[in-house]
């Protein structure tokens, strides 16, 4: 998902900025949202910080009135943490542009706040841009899980994978379940486990996608993905993996 966060000091600006943001994500329906608005710099770059997302789309006003740090400071400090970062600053000096290059920062565009008329096509210009290169950096960046299964080979993405399950009654099979429905296959559980690290064994016949999991069902003992299917947990697995869930 697309991060967007607005960094202003300018209360009206900074709502006005947000009812754009609102208004495209509402209209456009797409993967996207406004995460944090504010006028700290502390507090933008503590969210930065704390969300592993990479490439998210900044408005930042260049001449922020805060003793931390300016609006060009603050892009300085994104860059290093998330160097996918969509930066656009809004400001009232298009002349300070020339600093973003001395900072090496390299701004998506520049808003200048005395052209209303301008500001909220500009905006809607930058979310349409950097969703566009969200998508491709994500495409970029996907990771397949290939499959050979009754002769023919299958690339499988991460993202439409749920879990592997070895077969209950046939040896040296597993399936592996999809978003979309199932493939039976020869392999075993733990050679997989090694392919695909990220994954995590909650059970000696399952190994599941962590980013797949609505939630645990403690009673049951099962992992409850979004399409309702089901994985058991070993008891000692519960625990571990209810932190790791609760991190991300």
Same mark, same amino acid.
């Given at each position: ?10 209360? @009206? /600006?900074?709502?006005? *900025?947000?009812? #754009?943001?609102?208004? $495209? ?6 993967? *996207? ?8 710099? =502390?507090?933008? &770059? ?13 408005? &930042?006003?260049?001449?922020? /009135?805060?003793?931390?740090? +300016? ?7 994104? @860059? !290093? ?26 701004? &998506? ?11 909220? *096509? ?12 969200? &998508?491709?950096?994500?495409?970029? /960046?996907?990771?397949?899980?290939? #499959?050979?299964?009754? !002769? ?15 077969? #209950?009654?046939?040896? $040296? @099979? ?5 978003? +979309? !429905?199932?493939?039976?296959? @020869? ?15 909650? $059970? ?19 992992? #409850?993905?979004?399409? !309702? ?5 070993? /008891?000692?697995?519960? =625990? ?9």
């Amino acid at each position: 998902m697309l991060h967007i966060l607005i960094c202003e000091d300018d209360i @009206r /600006q900074r709502i006005y *900025m947000e009812s #754009v943001v609102k208004e $495209h994500i509402t209209t456009k329906d797409d993967e *996207m949202k406004l995460a944090l608005s504010s006028s700290s710099p =502390a507090q933008i &770059l503590a969210y930065t910080k704390a969300h592993p997302d990479k490439g998210g789309l900044y408005f &930042l006003d260049i001449d922020l /009135q805060h003793d931390e740090m +300016n609006g060009i400071e603050l892009g300085a400090e994104i @860059r !290093g943490i998330d160097p996918l970062a969509k930066i656009v600053f809004v400001t009232t000096h298009s002349e300070l542009a020339h600093l973003t290059f001395k900072h090496k920062i390299s701004a &998506l565009d520049y808003i200048v706040k005395d052209r209303p008329e301008e500001i909220e *096509m500009r905006i809607h210009e930058c979310i349409k841009e950097a969703h566009r290169r969200y &998508l491709q950096e994500k495409h970029e /960046q996907m990771k397949y899980f290939k #499959v050979d299964a009754n !002769g023919e080979v299958w690339s499988i993405p991460y993202d439409d994978i749920l879990f592997f399950e070895t077969h #209950v009654n046939i040896r $040296h @099979r597993v399936i592996i379940h999809t978003e +979309n !429905g199932k493939i039976d296959f @020869r392999g075993f559980l733990g050679e997989i486990e090694k392919l695909v690290p990220e994954f995590f064994r909650s $059970h000696k016949s399952y190994l599941l996608n962590i980013d797949k999991i609505s939630y645990i069902d403690k009673l049951t003992k099962e992992a #409850v993905m979004p399409n !309702g299917k089901r994985a058991l947990v070993a /008891q000692k697995k519960i =625990a571990g993996l209810v932190e790791i869930i609760g991190k991300r």
